[in-house]
């Protein structure tokens, strides 16, 4: 089973992959945590991807690509699956998806969306916060308000695009985001066992 969850920031998308993972053995790949890893890490890599991120703005489409190139190139065919995490969230990045599945032989069953209201994000995000902040871990230098803007703004102008990219294809799902996190997961549970 091969998965693309697109959503807004602090939708949920990590939470609900996290539980496909477990349920399903599918190989998580989020290019935000990939970027994350490599700014930490201090790589080339990570080091021009870093005023992006920081400034909420999208990395470049030729950097992430090969980012999920990569990962994908490594699986091994006889894995359960993947589910994409972020990625991709412009139409070229879509494209460029589209043709490295059909070079690596693996199809897309199923797109995601999550449809929340941007006035509930906002206070996810600041939940998010302060639970870092109580568990004494960083909080994420893109979750500030200021930040979380250009991230929503980003998203609509970039991310909305794909919708009726995947609906052309029939492979796109809509998930109501809003609810509690078990009933999302039974959402996404109830049409990908369909
Ligand atoms: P996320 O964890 O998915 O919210 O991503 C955090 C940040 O990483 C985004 O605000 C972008 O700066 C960058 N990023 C992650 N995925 C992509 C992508 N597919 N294309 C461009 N930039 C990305």
Redesign the pocket.
Same mark, same amino acid.
């Given at each position: 089973m091969n998965i693309v969850i697109i959503g807004p920031?602090g939708a949920g998308?990590?939470t609900q992959a996290e539980r496909l993972v477990l349920k399903y053995g599918l190989m998580h790949i989020?290019?935000?945590?990939l970027?994350?890893d490599a700014i930490k890490a201090g790589t080339i890599l990570g080091r021009e991807?870093k005023t992006?991120?920081d400034a909420?703005?999208?990395?470049s =489409?030729e950097v992430?690509i090969g980012l999920v190139r990569d990962r994908l190139s490594k699986k091994q065919k006889a894995d359960h699956g993947f589910i994409l995490?972020?990625?991709?969230?412009?139409l070229s990045?879509a494209a460029a998806l589209e043709s490295l599945l059909r070079d690596l032989a693996m199809p897309l069953d199923h797109v995601v969306a999550f449809d929340i209201e941007v006035g509930l994000l906002e206070e996810r995000i600041a939940r998010r916060a302060e639970q870092s902040l109580r568990a004494g871990k960083p909080i994420r230098s =893109?979750d500030s308000p200021e930040v979380l803007k250009i991230?929503l703004e980003?998203f609509a102008r970039a991310t909305a695009a794909l919708t009726p990219f995947y609906e052309q294809r029939r492979l796109l799902r809509f998930v109501d985001a809003s609810a509690d996190v078990d009933d999302v997961t039974a959402q996404i549970g109830s049409f990908l066992e369909r």
């Open positions: 920031p998308k990590g989020s290019t935000g945590d970027l994350r991807a992006a991120v909420g703005e999208l990395v =489409d992430v995490d972020g990625f991709p969230r412009t990045q =893109d991230r980003e």
